[in-house]
């Protein structure tokens, strides 16, 4: 199981699938639903719109992970 969030990606999706696995993607609203769905998501994780715990920039590398 892969959790995604900020920004669905197809690529991503399709290699989890590739495997075997499933990714569940983090949406705040139904217009960030469908376009998970729609980039192959297997399921979706209801957030608040302002949670600041959704999503976690890396000190080492500035970039953003999943929680």
Sequence with gaps: IVITSLG????LNTAVHGWGGITLHDIIDDRF??????KGADGLIAVA???PANASVSATTGRTTAM
């Design 49 to 51: 719109a302002a949670s």
């Design 33 to 38: 639903a469908r376009k998970a769905i729609e």
């Design 8 to 11: 669905a990606r197809e690529e």
